[in-house]
């Protein structure tokens, strides 16, 4: 099969197309999944790097995205079989999904969403699992909390706005002015352009001084020690990014802050939630771009290039 191998860590010039073996079924709880799309996260530009080189033995392959069709089952499936339609994460550390096949425990796998296509559902495996863990189970957001998600139209950021919307949250979020249209379409129900406008200012004048609930960071950098200027007293922050510098939490302390450091979920029974908004169309994946396979190079330097001719707008996918 077709797959893209990471032979050494480094740039996207790492990333290599091969012809590996066709994983097989060993245990009779294995499904084998058709690949029909992926997508690109950074947690698949962190593992090329060798970020978690310690947790890897090259070569490998990433990818932490499938959309595809059952092919195969082992002797102790009952409830898959070939032909149905599936999206799920790949267990971080093992095989990814940047490969024309897939195997996988059967317990990885959930449903896709009906009448969506397969890239459509590649773009939200590992950030659905993401968006509930950080905004329900840590943040426990309820309807009538007010929610800042600096970085919104990122593939998080995207899908974290619809989803506080379905839980009735009111929404604050950033982006460049380019981009406003677009997040206000998807639920936001405040937009600042922080290249224009102190967005702490933005939401202190907006909540007359009081500050949110809830802050979700997607973005890193200084937010851990900036935003919570703009945080409710006894407000939750939580955050996926790893701290990258030292943080000053002096403001959070003052505010009585409560943190949550969520590191990138995997979970099947969170993504049924995230199936369910789809399903009831509160929920929609949003697209960037699509690339094929054999384009992935490309797609990681779409990613991480911060002087894109085209702001990032949702998820990257991989078509094959």
Not at 22 to 41: E, M
Not at 201 to 210: L, M, N, P, R, W
């Amino acid at each position: 099969m077709k797959a893209i191998v990471i032979e050494n860590y480094g740039g996207p010039e790492v990333l290599q197309l091969k012809e590996v073996p066709t994983p097989v079924i060993t245990d009779k709880a294995q499904v084998l999944v058709k690949v029909r799309a992926a997508s690109v996260n950074p947690l698949d530009y962190q593992v090329r790097r060798g970020d978690y080189a310690s947790l890897f033995d090259l070569p490998i392959i990433t990818g932490h995205d499938v959309a595809g069709d059952v092919i195969a089952v082992g002797e102790g499936v009952k409830k898959w079989q070939p032909g149905d339609k599936v999206y799920y994460s790949p267990r971080f550390g093992g095989p990814g999904s940047y490969a024309a096949y897939h195997l996988t425990d059967e317990s990885s796998l959930s449903r896709m969403p009906e009448d969506l296509s397969y890239t459509e559902a590649a773009a939200i495996p590992l950030v659905g699992g993401t968006v509930w863990e950080m905004l329900v189970v840590r943040a426990k957001l309820k309807k009538g909390d007010t929610v800042l998600i600096p970085g919104g139209a990122g593939g998080v950021g995207t899908l974290a706005i619809q989803v506080a919307k379905s839980l009735g949250a009111f929404v604050y979020t950033t982006g460049q002015g380019i981009l406003q249209e677009q997040l206000y379409h998807l639920g936001a129900d405040v937009v600042i352009d922080h290249h224009r406008k102190n967005y702490i200012e933005e939401v202190q004048a907006h909540t007359k001084g009081k500050g949110v609930d809830v802050i979700i960071d997607t973005v890193g950098g200084t937010t851990l020690s900036d935003s919570p200027r703009a945080l409710a007293n006894y407000g939750t922050v939580v955050t996926l990014v790893d701290i990258a510098q030292p943080q000053n939490l002096i403001d959070a302390w003052e505010r009585n802050a409560t943190y949550h450091f969520v590191f990138t979920r995997q979970s099947r029974d969170e993504l049924h939630h995230i199936t369910g908004l789809i399903e009831a169309g509160q929920v929609k994946p949003v697209i960037d771009s699509i690339y094929p396979l054999e384009d992935v190079k490309n797609a990681h330097r779409r990613i991480e290039d911060t002087k894109r001719d085209r702001p990032l707008l949702g998820k990257i996918v991989l078509s094959l």
